[in-house]
């Protein structure tokens, strides 16, 4: 099947979306390309790095929209709800708001969305997928999902408490110079998670920086499952003859998103390419760029997702011979 890319290349800002365009147009021929990809109400914030003890969280209210404008006014500060009583907030996004809470001497993360315009069935649906794969799969990488339920309209999902920042937050603080050294162990537990996901017909569809969190100690977790979907025969997706390819294709989608969140991390732009074929990532933005490094990005960037690399393939990649459990 010829797939055609009706996106500029030579943009940034289409080239970032090209990989989703192009499995998106594999699978859905002739179909409304709305169809695929229906608005979450789960995007999740980040955890900011200074956040790393109970004592210290006295973050104001980082609100979008005006969906909350002042940390007084917030509804679940001091309630206690289904013995979790919400003691502050820890971050906000456009469709949700984290807060920490506490139940039974210990201490959780508690996701709840903002109050939308959309359908309660289709909002709920969303969360109550996310909650189910978070049930399911077991990885030290995935952060655990404990609890969901709704009060006063409003999903609430109870999640292990990660201290620490996510990549972008992470990589800021670092010098230019140690951006890259930095990075590996990073790289190789999110591949390894992609890889453990993809053996058991999951695709996370939402890796960015944002959404991987790292604590203190170097240790990743992979966050945000909302957009997170089953593959083979418990698929959202038409199935047909072609069916492991079209599931391929969604897993490689997941790649993609990892190349491009190191690619931004190192680089600080989305994906640009450059060459005779614009099939070259321009990385003249990275100190000293280490070529391993380069070359597996790169193979994380192609833009067929028919020959991009695999998880799996990525953490055989040369780049992770001599791998060094140090952490910088």
């Known amino acids: 099947m010829t797939i055609f890319l009706s996106l500029d290349p030579r943009r940034a800002d289409d080239v970032h979306n090209a990989a989703a365009e192009l499995w998106r147009q594999y699978l859905f021929m002739g179909r409304h390309l709305e169809s695929v990809s229906s608005p979450s109400p789960v995007d999740v914030p980040s955890i900011p790095c200074h956040q790393s003890h109970l004592e210290d969280w006295r973050l104001e209210l980082q609100s979008r929209n005006g969906v909350l404008r002042s940390l007084p006014h917030d509804p679940f500060i001091g309630l206690t709800i289904r013995g979790y009583f919400f003691r502050g907030v820890m971050s906000s996004g456009g469709s949700a708001t984290v807060y920490s809470v506490f139940k039974d001497g210990k201490v959780f993360a508690a996701k709840v969305s903002h109050p939308r315009n959309t359908e309660p069935g289709e909002a709920s649906k969303v969360w109550t997928n996310e909650y189910s794969i978070l049930s399911q799969v077991q990885h030290k990488n995935i952060i655990k999902a404990y609890d969901l339920f709704e009060h006063n309209g409003r999903q609430v999902l109870i999640l292990e408490y990660v201290g620490g920042c996510n990549l972008a937050e992470f990589m800021d603080r670092r010098c230019v110079a140690r951006r890259q050294s930095s990075i590996k162990k990073i790289m190789k537990q999110v591949l390894d998670v992609l890889q453990y996901l993809h053996q058991n ?16 100690s170097g240790k990743v977790k992979i966050i945000n499952f909302g957009d997170a979907t089953r593959l083979g025969k418990n698929s959202m997706y038409p ?39 614009r099939s070259e990532p321009d990385v003249s933005g990275v100190h000293s760029p280490d070529r391993k490094l380069m070359l597996l990005i790169k193979k994380c960037l192609d833009l067929n997702p028919l020959t991009r690399i695999t998880a799996k393939v990525a953490l055989k990649h040369v780049y992770f011979k001599r791998f060094s459990t140090t952490f910088h």
């Open 201 to 216: 017909n999951v695709a996370h569809q939402d890796i960015t920086p944002s959404h991987i969190l790292i604590e203190q």
């Open 239 to 277: 199935q047909n003859e072609a069916g492991d390819v079209q599931d391929d294709i969604i897993k490689s989608f997941d790649v993609w998103r990892f190349g491009a969140s190191v690619y931004e991390t190192l680089t600080g732009k989305t994906p640009h390419f450059i060459g005779p074929d």
